[in-house]
């Protein structure tokens, strides 16, 4: 494994220019009270409208657009709350599912979307039972058959995938399937508590790669703080290549491939979401530059256009500073900040049109604010 020279992965620049204006977005709290870890957006109830399934304490609880309706869907009061989620079309039905992990001892289920989302039960299904240290899901068509796999994290040290990076496979019937196959794309080289996965072409062979990075700190049993990306192969059941972009990266949590500065190369936007710091890495040489130097505990991460301008921004809430924030990228990688929300606390943040006006909201899963809100994109 290649490592770059200090000076070229962690020289960092600011790039970052601020605005502290209040700029209208108007917050919409879904419940409150209780602590919640994760939240997804998707229309969960067949009606065209979108709808927001979120871990609330120890229950899976959808909210039914348009009057946010509270629906139960599991109750995990006897094996301990999820930590994160993903939802896709599952079974082929032509509608979206939702599938949750727990953090230690691993699990990962889904939940099948009936026909009336709001109104039948939604049956729980097994996906594994042995990954373990299951922080971050994502999506993504790994072995390029036109269908999304889910990718996980595995960061505990406990066989059979120790310190690793899993993608599981959707069963042709995944109805009739017990546990899903799984194939380690990093076996025992991603150390010191890994946290979200990114995924994205970085290396422009048509292959969907991965990356992650690991906080560190003093309750790792092995040394994290970095950012790396896993290279596909041809066969993506084979182990997949390393590359690391930085190991001096303390409490690093997110990072996501994107183009940030237009010059058809894949950059990375990343946080330290046990640390301190907005960034992002420009390729090739991965020279670190600052989006937020300053953020404390930028614990999640979205990178999508939120402006509608042709270019990637970036948004987070952090759990350190408790605020929401976006930044504006003027298509070179220059950031401007922007203030969504103050006094808010989060895990998780999703971007997703809830009110369907045509441009990109922000939801948010307050952990130790205990609630679960949405921020209205002023925009449009």
Not at 40 to 51: C, E, L
Not at 275 to 282: A, D, H, L, Q, T
Not at 293 to 319: I, S
Request: net charge negative; charged share 25%; hydrophobic share 35%.
């Amino acid at each position: 494994m290649k490592v770059l020279p200090f000076t070229l992965v962690y020289l960092c620049t600011s790039f970052a220019f601020y605005a502290h204006a209040d700029e209208g977005w108007k917050k919409h709290v879904l419940q409150e009270g209780k602590r919640s870890l994760t939240a997804v957006a998707g229309d969960f109830t067949g009606d065209g409208m979108p709808d927001v399934i979120a871990e609330v304490g120890e229950q899976t609880v959808l909210f039914a657009a348009p009057d946010w309706r509270r629906i139960v869907l599991d109750d995990h009061t006897n094996d301990r709350g999820c930590i994160h989620s993903e939802c896709f079309d599952v079974d082929g039905d032509g509608d979206l599912d939702y599938l949750s992990a727990r953090y230690n001892p691993g699990l990962i289920t889904w939940l099948e979307q009936p026909k009336k989302g709001a109104d039948q039960r939604w049956k729980k299904r097994l996906i594994s039972d042995s990954v373990h240290g299951i922080h971050g899901l994502m999506k993504g068509d790994v072995d390029r058959d036109g269908k999304f796999d889910l990718l996980a994290t595995s960061a505990q040290p406990t066989e059979p995938y120790p310190e690793s990076l899993v993608w599981l496979a959707v069963p042709k019937d995944p109805h009739a399937a017990g546990k899903w196959q799984t194939f380690a794309l990093a076996r025992h080289d991603a150390p010191g508590l890994t946290h979200y996965i990114g995924v994205g072409d970085v290396n422009g062979d048509g292959r969907l790669d991965a990356a992650t990075g690991a906080k560190g700190g003093p309750t790792a049993t092995s040394p994290g703080e970095w950012f790396a990306w896993w290279e596909a192969p041809e066969n993506p059941r084979q182990v997949w290549k390393k590359h690391l972009i930085s190991d001096q990266e303390p409490g690093a949590t997110n990072i996501h491939p994107a183009d940030i500065n237009g010059d058809g190369r894949m950059d990375f936007v990343a946080s330290r979401g046990h640390g301190k710091g907005v960034i992002w890495f420009e390729a090739p040489d991965w020279r670190c530059h600052e989006i937020d130097a300053n953020l404390q505990e930028a614990h999640c991460l979205a990178v999508v256009d939120m402006d509608a301008d042709g270019d990637l921004d970036a948004a987070t809430c952090a759990f350190g500073d408790k605020v929401v924030m976006w930044y504006e990228n003027d298509g070179q990688g220059k950031f401007t900040s922007h203030l969504v929300g103050e006094n808010q606390e989060a895990y998780d943040i999703r971007t997703f049109d809830l009110d369907l006006d045509g441009d990109l909201d922000l939801l948010v899963a307050g952990r130790a604010s205990n609630n679960v809100a949405w921020y209205e994109n002023p925009r449009q």
